[in-house]
């Protein structure tokens, strides 16, 4: 059975920083790109970041360009959002995801729907 399983949330002040972490077993994903999505109440589920295979292309929405940072550990089969200077707007459920239609080794998917593996969620909460 595939898991994805996410930990790292929590409650943080504006400005701080959390590191989240995403964790598969039940194969690998080492070969497809990964994503972080974000869900706030009320609201649609919206991307975050993505990171391809090689590592060599990463992608990110514009509310957090140049406060996050999307990596990955293939031998561990995880992948990791830093995220620095939180601000309240960033309070949401982040999902990881993993897209296993895509195989290309440069290219990752911002589109919910090229993503057909997801993890339960983590709640990051940040206070003002």
């Known amino acids: 059975q595939v898991q994805l399983v996410e930990s790292g949330g929590g409650l943080v002040q504006a400005g701080g920083s959390l590191r989240l972490s995403c964790a598969a077993s039940g194969r690998t994903f080492s070969r497809h790109p990964m994503g972080w999505f974000r869900q706030a109440p009320g609201k649609e589920r919206e991307f975050v970041a993505a990171i391809s295979w090689s590592r060599d292309s990463t992608y990110y929405a514009d509310a957090v360009k140049g406060r996050f940072t999307i990596s990955r550990d293939s031998a561990k089969n995880t992948v990791y959002l830093q995220m620095n200077s939180l601000k309240p707007e960033d309070t949401a459920v982040y999902y990881c995801?993993?897209?296993?239609?895509?195989?290309?080794?440069?290219?990752?998917?911002?589109?919910?729907?090229?993503?057909?593996?997801w993890g339960q969620g983590t709640q990051v909460t940040v206070s003002s």
């Open positions: 995801a993993a897209s296993t239609r895509i195989t290309v080794p440069t290219f990752a998917p911002t589109a919910r729907y090229e993503y057909d593996n």
